[in-house]
């Protein structure tokens, strides 16, 4: 009996070995079929970083204040809209900064225009400032031990802006993004042609015929671009295999009667339909590939405002440039230290719900023996009779005729 019991409990042992055998194995593989969830990688190209608010591929435009306004930089697939000054002094500069960052970056470039040859502006791209000379770190005098602390209270200012906080004028981020340069100088030989350009001269590809001039010079454009974008691999739906790089494009002055177009001639022009509906494609266009545009509008010959906010919609970003030059303000002393103000049309929101505004919106932009910079505006405070009265438009003589007459009667009350 006892044998038999052993044969029955060996024999019902190996069912139950067999079994707990059976869900070891399967525990082990259902534990090695979890994973720790990890972040997808990202595209490494040179020149680039992702947002630290929405993880968008961001380029630099070249000018470091300007990125700062950008939310860090311009987002990859994306268009900033700049509305010219009057003489497109400034915003001829910033789309140089822009080539010119691409250059340095390896980028590829994408250059159209209707008046100046392509090759015009290639020539007067800025010179890349090294590394140690850009940011020139100013050096703090020792305090000496001998002065009087009696001294030193009596150089403060005065009363009434002890208590106020220190203003910073430069707009800059705690971290360096994107490159220096000297406009004194053009970028080199050498540098240029090392990188990648297309080129798109409108005499070239269309002839100025009648009203069909005004369709056919955008949908060549964006065909031209288009090919670019496909036959260099910047389509998204080119192989990861390849290695991947960014084509920077740049269209000057838009919208002017040298593309055809008829929005800076009449006040209801009858081609209206031209230009939003390019921008319409070129932003389409852009959203499936690596490039990244800035385009050009001369904003006040358009009449239509409502025409102009339709095409400032079509743009992710959108800032506009006004120039001291020629306007009273250029011997205005309230403004002696800017030559113009910047002002945000439009900011982008992308992969969020809010867009990222500036913090600050009085802004103005000056240039400089060497570099363009974009800072917070400040008036000096008006501690001057004259000052406030030229600022009202009143000449200096009759501030001091008042003051004069104002002193004497002073001394007659008296």
Known sequence: MLHNIDVISSNMAAPVNSVCKTS????????????KKTRSKLISIPGTR???????????????????????????????????????????????????????????LFVATAQDNPDEILQELPAPILDDVAVPKPVEQPRLTGEPQD???????????????????ALASSSRFGHYYDVSKTMEVEIRQAAKCHRFYLPDHITPSSAAHRVESYSALLKSLQEVIHREGFDLATPMSKSRNILRVGLHSLGSALWGDDLCCHDKPRHSHALTTFLYGLRALLRSSLSVAVVTLPSHLIQDRALMGNITRLCDNAIALESFKGSERETNPLYK???????????????????????????????KRKQFTIERLHLPPDLSETVSRVSRGEPVGVASACGSSASGTKNLDF
């Open 24 to 35: 070891a194995d399967r525990l082990q593989v259902n534990c090695t079929s979890f994973q």
């Open 50 to 108: 992702p947002s630290v608010q929405n993880g968008q591929l961001l380029v630099s435009t070249g000018v470091t204040s300007l990125d700062y306004l950008l939310g860090g930089g311009l987002a990859v697939g994306t268009v900033l809209l700049i509305e010219e000054d009057r003489f497109d002094s400034y915003s001829r500069m910033i789309l140089k900064y822009f080539l010119a960052e691409g250059v340095v970056c390896r980028h590829e």
């Open 151 to 169: 001294i030193l209270d009596a150089m403060k200012i005065a009363w009434r802006y002890q208590n106020l906080p220190k203003v910073q004028s």
């Open 337 to 367: 230290d800017y030559h113009g103000l910047l002002y945000v049309r439009q900011v982008p929101h992308l992969n969020c719900l809010a867009r990222q505004l500036p913090d600050h919106k009085d802004l103005a932009f000056k240039l």
